[in-house]
């Protein structure tokens, strides 16, 4: 009877320990069955690490990406190719981001009964938010710079651009050797970060306008610079007294510098978190680059040139952009998605994230318009309700600075958001405003459609 007992015990362990593994091994494949079939040696849907299967689209139905004859094929037009190189990813596999590797799973028309099989071994076609033709502007208007160009709808949290460069024409791949295309895997937009110069002065204004009552009555006096601790924070030229309107919109350094001072490290790096500045986020499960904010010691001209987007201040483009989408949308930023068709998931209300308060949000819009309309000129944007803030970053190494542009426009059929960072392009609103310019009038023609 003992040895019944002891046997019927180490069946029931046994059985416990089967039963265990199954539903172990079970879950494990619903949760990472996705990441298994889409790895790139899985044959059937792989071929040299190229996706063989699945079609991409862009938001009006023109074909990004395809297979055809066996092997993958892009768009007919040679400057889309070259445009939505990085949102699509290059046949090598090495832009990571790209949708044929980050959506690979969607394009197999992966599920957990079927796996990767597809009926028609075609896989599944795959709509993006992307407009082919503004991404086409934007890489025409960088010129053959280096830098980034994103723009996104803030109330539905679509990317209608997101454009890289330099890039290059995957049907037609030069050698990639050389200066001209170092870094040419990398998707500025989303995986690089830049010191964000001036467009960062928003970050200290929000702070500004929140820890500092009698901010409106301030009149800031510029002689061209500040000394702190014995170390001179240049501006860009005497400004003399300004109202904080004023010394956003001329972008004094002195008054930046002596509000930077005033806040603190610790204001200023809470502020940079809350607007999403120091973290990744992600699109679509595509991780974003993550910014940083070093906090300076207080009266330093360190902590004076962090408040002004310099020290050692970092930003990715794509932080810029949902936060000023936010300051677009009343201080609430909503998720972006690089994909059109989500099946149920379309039916829901898109999610968000609160960033900024409603009114701090509204204070700070009103100062970006005011900015086009003092400084950058409303001549040079025709036609365009355009809230922005500049940023002329400097890199040191004698070489130009990076020039930064980013905003949104009010306007029903085309409420967007935008950032331009053109590599060392200068001045921000020469260059990098007539990029933005030229992306958001293609952009309104194309809504208009
Ligand atoms: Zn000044």
Redesign the pocket.
């Known amino acids: 009877m003992k040895r019944v007992g002891g046997r019927a015990a180490a069946l029931i362990v046994l059985a416990v320990v089967i039963l265990g593994g199954m539903s172990l091994y079970i879950l494990r494949f619903l949760t990472n069955g996705r990441d298994w079939v889409s790895f790139a040696s899985n044959k059937t849907v792989y071929s040299g690490g190229v996706l063989k299967v699945g079609t991409i689209l862009d938001r009006d139905g023109q074909a990004l990406s395809q297979v055809s004859g066996g092997s993958r094929v892009y768009a007919d037009d040679e400057l889309v190719r070259k445009a939505t190189l990085h949102v699509l990813g290059d046949p090598g596999g090495n832009i990571g981001t790209g949708a044929l590797s980050a959506f690979a799973p969607r394009l197999m028309g992966y599920n957990v009964l079927t796996g990767a099989y597809s009926r028609t071994g075609n896989g599944k076609t795959l709509s993006l938010t992307i407009d082919a033709d503004v991404c086409a502007a934007a890489y025409k208007a960088l010129g053959g710079s280096r830098g980034a160009v994103g723009v996104v709808n803030y109330k539905s949290g679509q990317i209608l651009c997101m454009v890289s460069s330099p890039s290059f024409d995957p049907m037609n791949i030069p050698d990639l050797t050389g200066e001209k295309y170092e870094g040419v895997y990398l998707n500025r937009f989303l995986s690089a970060t830049y010191p964000p110069g001036s467009v960062f002065k928003l970050v200290t204004l929000a702070a500004a306008v929140e820890n500092i009552p009698d901010l409106n009555d301030r009149v800031?006096h510029?002689?061209?610079?500040i000394t702190v601790g014995g170390d001179y924070v240049a501006?860009?030229?005497?400004?003399?007294d300004?109202s904080i309107e004023d010394?956003l919109a001329?972008?004094?350094?002195?008054?930046f510098g002596e509000l930077a001072l005033e806040l603190g490290a610790e204001t200023l790096a809470d502020y940079a978190a809350r607007f999403g500045l120091t973290e990744s986020f992600e699109i679509d499960g595509i991780k974003t680059a993550t910014g940083s904010f070093k906090n300076a010691a207080p009266n330093t001209s360190s902590l004076a040139w962090s408040g002004i987007g310099q020290y050692e201040d970092m930003v990715c483009p794509a932080a810029i952009l949902r936060f000023v989408s936010a300051v677009a949308n009343g201080g609430n930023a909503v998720d972006m998605t690089l994909i059109k068709d989500k099946g149920l998931a379309s039916l829901l209300p898109p999610g968000s994230s609160r960033l900024l308060g409603k009114q701090t949000a509204e204070k700070l819009a009103t100062m970006m318009n005011y900015n086009v309309y003092k400084t950058y000129g409303q001549d040079n944007y025709p036609g365009l309700e355009l809230y922005a803030k500049t940023g002329t970053a400097e890199v040191g190494g004698g070489k130009e600075p990076h020039a930064w542009f980013a905003g949104f426009i009010t306007n029903e059929d085309a409420p967007l958001a935008f950032v331009v960072i053109v590599e060392n392009g200068g001045s921000g609103s020469r260059t990098a405003g007539a990029v933005a310019n030229k992306v958001l009038q293609a952009a309104i023609k194309e809504s208009e459609k």
């Open positions: 800031f510029c002689d061209g610079g501006c860009t030229k005497k400004h003399g300004l010394a001329v972008s004094c350094n002195s008054a």
